[in-house]
């Protein structure tokens, strides 16, 4: 990644949120991005409102309405590529996917768990192999993904997203060692208490943020760009040796 040519920058789940705001800050710092996302009908319009503003402004974006948890999807998508993305290599994979089942235990099935683990943690280790046995990664890969703190503490109704950001955090501990042959570093970035739409699905997300608001020492919530700041930081050459490690961009909050 020293070479004057930036690397293309994967986002996975770019359209809202926490994967919006990266999507934003690698466009400004001059980067090729790919955002894949799958959202509804009536959000599409605005999604794509933003995508040309950015574009506009003569960075290179590409927005991708598709089903990445599909095989097939996945396979038309890297087969597709230009020869500039294969020649540049995917520098960055950014994993962001928001996409399960909420609710407490006495009420949930194992399908319940599983459809969401496979969403927010399995699908990136499909990505990354994929990616890697068609050559299309570069030779110092960042693969950062979110996690929250509910990976290691209860909160009401949050399981099964729980258990799937566990899982996740152990999947980027095992590629960080595994894939550092390869010259590929892996973080988990766990993101304080932050006012976006999968938030607000989570029973008592009022409460939760009021919560986080004076448990943080800044007494605010953490913003989009907090994370997205945070996960560029992460992709720059000074970063090559951090790596296996869950980063806290909270502000604080967990602190205490």
Same mark, same amino acid.
């Given at each position: 990644?020293?070479?004057?040519?930036? +690397?293309?920058?994967?986002?996975?789940?770019?359209?809202? #949120?926490? #994967?919006?705001?990266?999507?934003?800050k690698f466009?400004?710092?001059?980067?090729?991005?790919?955002?894949?996302?799958?959202?509804?009908?009536?959000?599409l319009d605005?999604?794509? !409102?933003? !995508?040309? !503003?950015?574009?506009?402004?003569?960075?290179?974006?590409?927005? @991708?309405?598709?089903?990445?948890?599909?095989?097939?999807? $996945?396979?038309?998508?890297?087969?597709?590529?230009?020869?500039?993305?294969? =020649? %540049?290599?995917?520098?960055?994979?950014?994993?962001?996917?928001? $996409?399960?089942?909420?609710?407490?235990m006495d009420?949930?099935?194992?399908?319940?768990? $599983?459809?969401? %683990?496979?969403?927010?943690?399995?699908?990136?280790?499909?990505?990354?192999?994929?990616?890697?046995?068609?050559?299309?990664?570069?030779?110092?890969?960042?693969?950062?993904?979110?996690?929250?703190?509910? %990976?290691?503490?209860?909160?009401?109704?949050? #399981? +099964?997203?729980?258990?799937?950001? !566990?899982?996740?955090?152990?999947?980027?501990?095992?590629?960080?060692?595994?894939?550092? +042959?390869?010259?590929?570093?892996?973080?988990?970035?766990?993101?304080?208490?932050?006012?976006?739409?999968?938030?607000?699905?989570?029973?008592?997300?009022?409460?939760?943020?009021?919560?986080?608001?004076?448990?943080?020492?800044?007494? $605010?919530?953490?913003?989009?760009?907090?994370?997205?700041?945070?996960? @560029?930081?992460?992709?720059?050459? =000074?970063?090559?040796?951090?790596?296996?490690?869950?980063?806290?961009?909270? #502000?604080?909050?967990?602190?205490?």
């Amino acid at each position: 990644m020293n070479g004057q040519k930036k +690397p293309h920058v994967l986002i996975l789940g770019g359209s809202k #949120g926490l #994967g919006w705001g990266c999507v934003e800050k690698f466009c400004r710092e001059g980067y090729p991005v790919l955002a894949i996302h799958r959202d509804r009908r009536s959000d599409l319009d605005g999604i794509t !409102a933003k !995508a040309t !503003a950015l574009q506009a402004n003569g960075t290179a974006l590409e927005m @991708y309405q598709m089903d990445a948890f599909k095989a097939a999807s $996945r396979e038309s998508f890297i087969q597709g590529l230009p020869d500039t993305v294969k =020649e %540049s290599g995917i520098g960055v994979i950014v994993f962001s996917i928001a $996409r399960g089942n909420l609710g407490k235990m006495d009420s949930l099935s194992s399908a319940d768990l $599983r459809i969401t %683990s496979e969403a927010m943690a399995f699908v990136l280790q499909d990505w990354v192999v994929a990616l890697l046995e068609a050559g299309c990664l570069a030779s110092d890969c960042r693969i950062i993904a979110f996690t929250s703190e509910g %990976s290691s503490r209860v909160m009401p109704g949050y #399981g +099964p997203v729980a258990v799937a950001k !566990a899982a996740l955090e152990a999947m980027i501990r095992q590629m960080a060692v595994e894939l550092a +042959p390869r010259g590929i570093r892996a973080n988990c970035v766990q993101a304080g208490v932050t006012d976006t739409e999968s938030l607000r699905m989570i029973p008592g997300a009022e409460k939760l943020m009021e919560y986080a608001k004076k448990r943080n020492p800044n007494k $605010r919530l953490t913003l989009p760009e907090d994370v997205a700041n945070a996960t @560029y930081l992460l992709s720059l050459p =000074e970063a090559a040796w951090i790596t296996g490690n869950v980063i806290a961009v909270d #502000g604080g909050e967990s602190l205490s």
